[in-house]
């Protein structure tokens, strides 16, 4: 099975655990999506919230007889015995989170299909109102996701999940992620999930950026955060191209830029800093390439033009005439060209 989905189909990790609380009693769940965006921690949040005790299983160190159970003679009868993991005795409901299962060999994989479609192992039924959850990555991950057969997916509800940068800014300032790296992230937005490098090397996660906030913690509060130390920190945590800004920006002192937007509404607050600036500069270019700011009144990208200044003005517009016009900065466009080029007159194209 190719667990490509498209990207409008894909949930995010808030709704995704909404689906699992509300579903999971009845449904079997299988949450995908790339490595360190925070299923499992999503998974165990909503058990916990449910009141239900989480029983993990993980798909690649496990063997079937894990999940069957193992045989005894009882009556001149071989009956399997399940293991107490999936059958406890006090016989309360609770979550049952099957981690990695699409990195699960094929033979352990059949052995869940009794439990996700009918919620039994062997003779032996799960206590009324347990939650059976998988999840895994996709096969586009590299990581070492096996081929699911279509007798298990078609036991199961799958959930391709999305990284939403709301959700992730609002849980990052809640659980104390590091200001220089939120504010990082929110001036290179594509950075929060990169795609899965061809070797492995690290590379930025929601879950990477957390682990490389918790390391600085860690290391200023032993007094030990250089510059030097925060870049081995970084680039054994993130993508090195990430890494390298990142740490570039700190060292420049440059945590408070601000998403791209926000200049454009309120220009006053553009850096004095020139090195923040040519930062900005490049962010909103690639803002207007990629056509991020769309819909922008025409007053507001006009006065973030006015405001930056005729350098760095114009190379904003350079290669990118036709995006901003389409912002309607025309007249103020040809002006600049004007007095760069030092032509006397620029007129707009004639139109039939």
């Not at 909404?18 to 995908?32: G, P, Q």
């Not at 350079?318 to 466009?333: F, H, I, P, Q, Y």
């Amino acid at each position: 099975m190719h667990s490509k989905a498209h990207p409008t189909l894909a949930v995010t990790l808030s709704q995704a655990k909404e689906l699992v609380r509300c579903l999971a009693d009845s449904e079997s769940l299988l949450l995908l999506s790339p490595p360190g965006v925070g299923k499992s921690a999503a998974i165990e949040q909503a058990a916990r919230e449910a009141g239900l005790e989480v029983r993990s299983l993980l798909g690649t160190q496990i063997a079937p007889e894990d999940v069957s159970g193992v045989p005894k003679i009882t009556n001149d009868r071989a009956v399997f015995c399940p293991p107490r993991l999936l059958l406890p005795e006090d016989d309360k409901p609770f979550c049952l989170f099957l981690d990695e299962l699409p990195a699960a060999p094929p033979e352990v994989q059949k052995a869940f299909y009794s439990l996700l479609l009918e919620r039994r192992v062997g003779e032996y039924r799960l206590p009324r109102g347990t939650w059976v959850v998988a999840a895994g990555n996709r096969s586009e991950d590299r990581a070492l996701v096996r081929t699911l057969s279509s007798a298990l997916v078609n036991r199961v509800f799958v959930v391709p999940i999305r990284v939403d940068a709301a959700e992730w800014f609002a849980w990052a300032e809640r659980t104390g992620i590091r200001s220089e790296i939120r504010g990082f992230v929110r001036f290179v937005p594509t950075a929060l999930q990169r795609p899965v490098p061809p070797d492995p090397v690290p590379f930025s996660t929601p879950r990477s950026w957390a682990l490389l906030s918790r390391d600085l913690d860690l290391a200023e509060g032993g007094g030990r955060l250089t510059n030097e130390e925060r870049r081995a920190l970084a680039f054994g945590r993130v993508t090195p191209h990430d890494a390298g800004l990142f740490c570039a920006l700190c060292e420049e002192g440059l945590g408070d830029l601000r998403p791209v937007p926000e200049y454009f509404d309120d220009p006053t607050r553009l850096p004095k800093n020139e090195t923040a600036m040519w930062f900005l500069i490049s962010r909103t270019r690639n803002a207007i390439a990629a056509g991020e700011l769309v819909g922008t009144p025409a007053e507001k990208a006009n006065g973030f033009l006015l405001a930056v200044g005729e350098e760095y003005r114009f190379a904003l517009i350079l290669d990118l005439v036709e995006k901003w016009a389409d912002l309607g900065v025309s007249e103020l466009m040809l002006r600049t060209l004007k007095s760069v080029t030092g032509l006397p007159e620029i007129a707009p194209a004639k139109t039939s």
